[in-house]
């Protein structure tokens, strides 16, 4: 109960008053180490209940499975169909939207809540039998989200974890009884909650074998790495667990980086390519907004599902809660990036947009790939260089919804200057 009912600054002023004393003085020992204890027994509470959520999942599957067995009165193309199916409503159109955003978005959330009421009555008018969902609840760990895990090792170099720092991160996970590492998946954030509640310091992503630091470039809080696919995980997957600094002239929504390849899709992006009028709001030194129209390159892509069959329906509550868990055989692979899986919830239209001037038109082009545009002059500057930088996008998350992820391309000219 400690490990929750303690602040977490209360942490960081132990910590503090350990490593700030002379060296070789030994004094409040005892509390630095009943406080690592606390964390690693916080950190197996949240993998527990991971696990439990996990568990409670398969029996759920085993059921549907046997209900569709058993059950004469329903049929597996109907009875079967549950939340994925009700939350994600095909985009309006196939095009990118060519009236105002905010326009758009109404009409895609109406869209959205009606196609789920149709989804929800077709899925249990032929059959009486209720389908078991998912009950799971807690607040230490949610489905769908990045479990959040903490660690308590006090550093001398203060807030910026040096590498002797991050191995003593590393060496603490597996102090537990057994080590909780081979319980870790990539994508799990661990807290070294003695640097402190500011931002996100103290926070690292596990790769599958290490822990890796944020990303400075593009924010001064900290994002995700670019040494992680963004496709293997939700949009949503870091929401509140890796905070999202917002910036007046470049991040005013405080919308998360993301990491994706957009090349395989090249030449659809390249047929759906529009230039459009937005109307949007611009803020004066002064505090004051005005409405403004704003150009922009504004394309579409669509990532397709895999072929449904009967089978797949039974396995619907785990592409929604926990994919990882679906059969490879039902799953469709990232391009170009052996043994990683598209999570279902890019599944549908993934709309791309970039400032309406010739450098972010070019900037577009050269994420598409080689080939897809013919060739231009090199005299354009601004333009994002490198690989890399080819992948770097903002979640737009005013305008996204499930089944239609909006995305804007981050220009170099946003890089935060130290």
């Known amino acids: 109960m400690r490990g929750i009912s303690m602040p977490t600054h209360d942490y960081a002023r132990f910590a503090h008053a350990y490593v700030s004393q002379p060296k070789g003085a030994s004094r409040g020992l005892g509390n630095i180490l009943s406080l690592a204890l606390t964390t690693r027994a916080y950190t197996k509470v ?7 959520a996990e568990s409670e999942a398969k029996w ?21 169909k549950t939340g994925d199916e009700k939350s994600r409503a095909p985009s309006p159109s196939g095009s990118p939207p060519h009236h105002d955003a905010s326009k758009a978005n109404g009409h895609a959330r109406q869209t959205s809540s009606s196609g789920g009421s149709m989804s929800s009555s077709s899925g249990t008018s032929s059959c009486a039998c209720p389908l078991p969902r998912p009950s799971f609840h807690s607040p230490l760990f949610r489905p769908n989200r990045a479990a959040l895990l903490r660690v308590f090792v006090p550093s001398p170099d203060g807030t910026w974890l040096s590498d002797v720092s991050v191995e003593e991160c590393e060496a603490e996970l597996r102090r537990s009884a057994t080590g909780v590492t081979k319980l870790l998946r990539p994508g799990d954030v661990v807290w070294d909650i003695a640097l402190g509640d500011e931002g996100n310091i103290g926070r690292m992503v596990w790769d599958g074998g290490y822990l890796v630091d944020l990303d400075y470039r593009y924010s001064r809080l900290g994002e995700l790495s670019p040494y992680f696919h963004s496709l ?10 890796i905070r999202i600094g917002a910036s007046e002239g470049h991040n005013p929504q405080a919308n998360p980086i993301v990491y994706v390849d957009v090349s ?25 907004l005005h409405d403004v129209v704003l150009w922009v390159h504004r394309s579409s892509f669509k990532i397709h599902p895999p072929a449904t069959t009967d089978h797949s329906r039974v396995h619907s509550h785990l592409r929604e809660y926990f994919p990882h868990l679906v059969p490879t055989s039902e799953r469709r692979a990232i391009p170009n990036i052996p043994g990683s899986f598209i999570d279902p919830n890019w599944y549908g239209t993934v709309v791309v947009e970039v400032e309406g001037t010739q450098e972010g038109l070019a900037d577009l082009q050269d ?23 080819r992948r770097i996008w903002r979640v737009i998350r005013e305008k996204s919804r499930p089944g239609e992820i909006w995305l804007r391309v981050v220009r170099e000219k946003e890089r935060v200057t130290w």
Do not use: D, M
């Open 264 to 288: 395989p899709w090249g030449q659809e992006i390249a047929r759906n390519l529009q230039l459009l009028q937005e109307r949007g709001k611009a803020e004066t030194p002064h505090g004051a």
């Open 232 to 241: 293997a995980f939700p949009p949503s997957y870091f929401h509140r667990v």
């Open 46 to 52: 949240v993998l527990r209940l991971r696990a439990q």
């Open 60 to 80: 759920i599957t085993r059921l549907r499975e046997e209900h569709v067995r058993t059950c004469s009165g329903c049929s597996p193309n109907q009875a079967t």
């Open 367 to 389: 994420r598409c790939g080689p080939g897809v545009f013919p060739p231009r002059p090199e005299a354009i500057t601004g333009i994002v260089k490198g690989v890399e930088r």
